[in-house]
Structure formats: C-alpha cells, structure tokens
C-alpha cells in the first residue's frame, strides 16, 4: 500500500498563505508525476498544480501567479506554496503520484482548506 502523506491544510483569512507538504516513498517520488488536485462539494476533483517534466510544472487557470508547486528530492516530498488565498480556494487537497500515462495512480488523504474571515 503506496501512502502519501498530507500535511500543512488548516484556516486562514482571505488574502492569507498556506504551505501543503506530501510526503512519497522514495520509489514512487523519484519515478511518478507528482502534482496537488482539489475537490470542492458537489464537484468533480480538479488539478490545481502538477510537474509535467523533470521541474517543469503546469497550474489550474485560477491558481496562476499565487500557488507555486516545489519538490525536495532530497526529502521524497512536493510542496503547494498558496498566497493570496481567496474563499473559493476553499476545500480538501489532495496529493497525488501518478506514473505516465495514469493507468496508476496514489492519492493522499487530502487535507482541508478553509479561507474565511
């Protein structure tokens, strides 16, 4: 059983920062694609930043310019930096690790996020 380990979610007032931590083993950290998805209630799960290539990253349209994604090689774990936190950011986050192509994929427990004054 692969488990990804989430941490850094909690309650912070709009326009706040927040940091998710994953944690991988290193087999799947150094091989798969690691990348951070949300779900709202009622919705679909959706990506929100992932690295496509090596460091290269791409990000959800509405999260551009305030969340950035970063990996520790040394530590087997990817980060999610959110600034400029906004209600609609609002929900649980997910980490996952997927090989090439998608046919496997791991999936942290997800960890929540709350934005409110």
């Known amino acids: 059983q692969v488990q990804l380990v989430e941490s850094g979610g909690g309650l912070v007032q709009p326009g706040g920062s927040l940091r998710l931590s994953c944690a991988a083993p290193?087999?799947?950290?150094?091989?798969?694609?690691m990348g951070w998805y949300r779900r709202a209630p009622g919705k679909q799960r959706e990506l929100v930043a992932r690295f496509t290539s090596g460091s290269i990253a791409e990000y959800a349209d509405s999260v551009k310019g305030r969340f950035t994604i970063s990996r520790d090689n040394a530590k087997n774990t990817v980060y999610l930096q959110m600034n400029s936190l906004k209600p609609e950011d609002t929900t649980v986050y997910y980490c996952?690790?997927?090989?090439?192509?998608?046919?496997?994929?791991?999936w942290g427990q997800g960890t929540q996020v709350t934005v409110s004054s």
């Open positions: 996952n690790a997927a090989n090439r192509g998608g046919s496997v994929s791991y």
């Open positions: 290193r087999n799947i950290f150094s091989v798969y694609t």
